[in-house]
């Protein structure tokens, strides 16, 4: 159970995570408050009345899809440990064999920009609620939401559904992390959502955690179901059968683009080997 990288908490339930972020709050002994992500998208998505004045100021421009869902293959692709929660617990880790991985990229919605400083400290340093000299306006801020398709239902506990959560957690990293060096080195802030915690893998966490599930509703518009004490996202074609994750970027669109071209030649197997393999 806990030692499963299943990331239920970080994808489905917030109840560990909030608890996690309250915690972490406490312990950082914050001046100010820890405002509730959940809460606050909840209190936007559930209310008619804002989300119409929200759309009204042109956040429905905002939510369309600067790319739409897209399928990216990676294969033989590392499996890198370091700066995540695994780091020193597995040692010798294989590259991962392949990964599909469908990714939109989107602005953010007002709700997830106003909590950003507060899940990514590290983003402070890189970003300005204005436009100041030397800095990039948090405006600018970019989320790619992303999901797997799995053979299991994700709520299932059964011991092959646990083994592919871990190989879905482990794909998500590996295309994550590759993205994520092909951004830094080029100068720009990224990082991603460890979907365990709620908390960035790159960067140290904050004092509060990211909700997949609530902000995936806000920038996809995708339906959810109700299940115990979870909200699970619905996928438009693979239903809850997915593994869902997110990162964030302050990389231009165009930067962005060039990088998942990148990485997908970089990890490929060439085809004139894979001519010999069937041959």
Same mark, same amino acid.
Request: charge should be positive; charged fraction near 25%; glycine fraction near 6%.
């Given at each position: 159970?806990?030692?499963? @990288? *299943?990331?239920? /908490?970080?994808?489905?339930?917030?109840?560990?995570?909030?608890?996690?972020?309250?915690?972490?709050?406490?312990?950082?002994?914050?001046?100010?408050?820890?405002?509730?992500?959940?809460?606050?998208?909840?209190s936007? /998505?559930?209310?008619?009345?804002?989300?119409?004045?929200?759309?009204?100021?042109?956040?429905?421009?905002?939510?369309?899809?600067?790319?739409?869902?897209?399928?990216?293959?990676?294969?033989?692709?590392?499996?890198?440990?370091?700066?995540?929660?695994?780091?020193?617990?597995?040692? @010798?880790?294989?590259?991962?064999? *392949?990964?599909?991985?469908?990714?939109?990229?989107?602005?953010?919605?007002?709700?997830i *920009?106003?909590?950003?400083?507060?899940?990514?400290?590290?983003?402070?340093?890189?970003?300005?609620?204005?436009?100041?000299e030397?800095?990039?306006?948090?405006?600018?801020?970019?989320?790619?939401?992303?999901?797997?398709?799995?053979?299991?239902?994700?709520?299932?506990?059964?011991?092959?559904?646990?083994?592919?959560?871990?190989?879905? @957690?482990? /794909?998500?990293?590996?295309?994550?992390?590759?993205?994520?060096?092909?951004?830094?080195?080029?100068?720009?802030?990224?990082d991603?959502?460890?979907?365990?915690?709620g908390?960035?893998?790159?960067?140290?966490?904050?004092?509060?955690?990211?909700?997949?599930?609530?902000?995936?509703?806000?920038?996809?518009?995708?339906?959810?179901?109700?299940?115990?004490?979870?909200?699970?996202?619905?996928?438009?074609?693979?239903?809850? *059968?997915?593994?869902p994750?997110?990162?964030?970027?302050?990389?231009?669109?165009?930067?962005?683009?060039?990088a998942?071209?990148?990485?997908?030649?970089?990890?490929?197997?060439?085809?004139?080997?894979?001519?010999?393999?069937?041959?």
């Amino acid at each position: 159970g806990s030692s499963s @990288l *299943r990331g239920q /908490s970080g994808s489905y339930s917030m109840q560990e995570g909030t608890a996690a972020a309250a915690e972490a709050c406490k312990k950082r002994e914050e001046t100010k408050p820890c405002e509730n992500l959940e809460k606050s998208v909840k209190s936007l /998505s559930l209310n008619s009345k804002q989300d119409k004045k929200t759309k009204s100021s042109g956040t429905k421009e905002r939510m369309t899809p600067l790319i739409p869902p897209t399928m990216s293959v990676v294969e033989n692709i590392p499996f890198i440990l370091k700066g995540t929660y695994l780091d020193g617990k597995v040692t @010798l880790p294989t590259p991962i064999p *392949r990964a599909e991985i469908e990714y939109s990229v989107h602005k953010l919605h007002p709700i997830i *920009r106003r909590h950003c400083k507060r899940i990514f400290p590290s983003l402070a340093k890189k970003v300005s609620t204005s436009k100041k000299e030397g800095k990039t306006s948090l405006e600018s801020l970019l989320c790619i939401p992303t999901f797997q398709h799995c053979k299991c239902d994700m709520l299932e506990f059964t011991e092959i559904a646990e083994s592919e959560k871990d190989a879905k @957690l482990k /794909s998500f990293y590996a295309w994550c992390q590759a993205l994520c060096d092909e951004l830094i080195k080029k100068g720009h802030w990224a990082d991603y959502i460890d979907p365990c915690s709620g908390y960035p893998v790159i960067g140290d966490g904050g004092s509060s955690v990211y909700n997949e599930v609530e902000g995936m509703q806000l920038l996809l518009r995708y339906r959810h179901q109700q299940v115990g004490m979870c909200k699970v996202i619905l996928h438009p074609r693979w239903g809850q *059968r997915i593994y869902p994750a997110s990162m964030f970027t302050t990389a231009p669109l165009t930067v962005v683009q060039e990088a998942v071209k990148i990485i997908e030649k970089k990890y490929q197997i060439n085809p004139a080997k894979k001519g010999e393999e069937k041959a």
